[in-house]
């Protein structure tokens, strides 16, 4: 029986697919099933999968109609031979000693039901935008999850006890895309939360990921999951309000614009100087693509650009110039 059950649903990855799986099946902790359910796939992601399910007996592929990530994570989870539960995305990198780290914290912290790590932010490209800043240990994961934050626990780079998931109620459909929050607020009133203080995962980001397209939807279940979570605690909610389900999707620019932001604060500014001239070219008429621009170029924060902007011009004044 193996160790571990990692479980990735996939559709139309075909971009990444094939480096999410190639990470994992280098871990250096190798005692896993892969268990990958394609829903649906149209854009040749079966065909990639199917390659490498021929190549490494580990992986048991599933074919399935297009249901929604969330059913499978269920499903996977009822069938995993493993003792624990392995999360992965098809868009994500896993660093090769993921599995090994999180393997001996669960083995020495049998109070902890689920391990998490901190990521680092990539774009689509690969490029290293900005490491996450999580909190390590429980008190600080559960206050930021039950302040709607369900990325204080990065779901893809999670491990979990899975009888601890079972016990819990497993993953619950009706919760997507919020799944994740759902099920690390109830793991928390069972057992501890903990992340590792290392980077475990490079987290993709692009514009097609669901917590874009879909981010009015998500917001509105989170209201409900918090609802309940506090309500389950004998804690008050102070912000009640319903936010509705809208239909609508953020533009590429404005994602653009957050990782020319993030990789400015990581320090990579390499990363920050390419999107922020695809800002400017999308958008050339705008101030605010200028001053990406120039925050990229001078690799400035916040802050420091607004003093930068703020300093007194030289030709302000006529005395310092005759000096």
Known sequence: MPAVSVLMP?????????????SILEQSFGDFEFLIYD???????LEIVEAYARRDRRIRLSRQAHAGYTVWLREGA?????????RMDADDVARPTRFQRQHEFLERHPECCAVGARVLRIDPDGRPICT????????????????GRGEALPHPAVRLRRDALLAAGNYRPE???????????????AGRLANLPEVLLDYRQHIRKISNRRGMEQR????????????????????GREIPAVASETPAVDYW??????AVIGGNLATARKHAFAVLRAEPGRWRSWQLLAR????????SFKRWLARPHPTANPQAVNK
């Open 220 to 239: 509105r279940i989170v209201t409900r999951i918090l609802h309940e979570a506090h309500a389950r605690r004998g804690l008050s909610v102070s912000n």
């Open 78 to 86: 009822s069938v995993a031979k493993g003792r624990y539960i392995a």
């Open 257 to 262: 614009c957050e990782w020319v932001r993030q």
């Open 296 to 303: 990229a170029l001078l690799g400035l924060r916040v802050e």
């Open 39 to 45: 829903d649906g796939s149209s854009d040749g992601t």
């Open 132 to 147: 996450t800043d999580v909190a390590i240990d429980h008190a600080g994961i559960e206050r930021a999850l039950l302040a």
């Open 10 to 22: 996939v559709y139309d990855a075909a971009e990444y697919v094939a480096r999410a799986i190639e």
């Open 175 to 189: 919760y997507e895309p919020a799944e994740d929050l759902d099920l690390f607020l109830r793991l928390a009133e």
